[in-house]
């Protein structure tokens, strides 16, 4: 057996491992944050809990991570056994949208939740840590530098904005058009607090349709330095 194959072997063998353990990692924290959030009491800085913790794109990005942590862990447990490491394509296409979303959680919750709020109680305080904070960061690195199965194509950009679009047009018409004292939602996240929700909304998504192209760049970066190392 050539050292190029033992090499190819080695390597599989390692990220299927860093993905199994992570993974399942990912999956234990999404549950336990949502079990914390589902019995936290309310306070005056965070009142979304119980049933009202799903109102929050930060709790529905985690768990949108948490799906496809757990969808990733039978192909890795197969990678451990074969020593060759592969995700199908569609999974990495659900993956980079968990992961757009993901990071969108962790830069508002960095840049304009924390100075609202205070870094220490939006990045390491309860669930927030890891919600906030640890399982994004594990999540986007293990998908940009472990899952790099395939390129991604440009159109999967798209598709990695629909979640950020769907949830915009619901917090607008719960927030905006109806309001908290109507039976909708109140401003959780104090973007009417800054501007005015048009410029929120454009803001939001080109920053979103950026993240997306940054992951996109990054993760094909690294699938073809993956394959140079492989077979080059």
């Known amino acids: 057996m050539s050292s190029k194959t033992n090499n190819f072997k080695k390597t599989h063998s390692i990220n299927s491992w860093l993905n199994l353990i992570l993974s399942i990692v990912i999956v234990i924290l999404v549950f336990i944050s949502i079990i914390i959030n589902l019995f936290a009491q309310p306070d005056e800085n965070f009142k979304e809990v119980g049933l009202k913790t799903f109102r929050m794109f930060t709790v529905l990005s985690n768990i949108l991570v948490g799906i496809t942590s757990a969808m990733s862990i039978p192909f890795a447990v197969d990678g ?47 669930s927030n840590l890891f919600l906030h904070t640890i399982i994004p960061i594990t999540s986007i690195t293990l998908f940009l530098f472990i899952n790099t199965s395939h390129n991604l194509k440009f159109k999967a950009t798209f598709l990695a ?26 401003d959780h996240y104090h973007f009417l607090e800054i501007m005015p929700w048009p410029f929120t909304f454009i803001i939001i998504m080109a920053i979103t349709f950026g993240i997306a192209n940054l992951l996109k760049v990054i993760h094909n970066a690294m699938h073809t330095e993956s394959n140079i190392s492989n077979f080059g």
Do not use: Q
């Open 161 to 186: 904005l629909s979640p950020v679009l769907l949830y915009a047009l619901l917090y607008l018409v719960l927030v905006i058009f109806i309001g908290e004292d109507k039976g909708g939602w109140r």
């Open 80 to 126: 451990i056994r074969k020593r060759n490491y592969h995700l199908p394509r569609w999974i990495i296409n659900f993956t980079f949208i968990s992961m757009t979303c993901i990071t969108l959680t962790f830069l508002i919750s960095l840049f304009i939740l924390s100075p609202h709020s205070g870094f220490v109680w939006i990045m390491l305080s309860n």
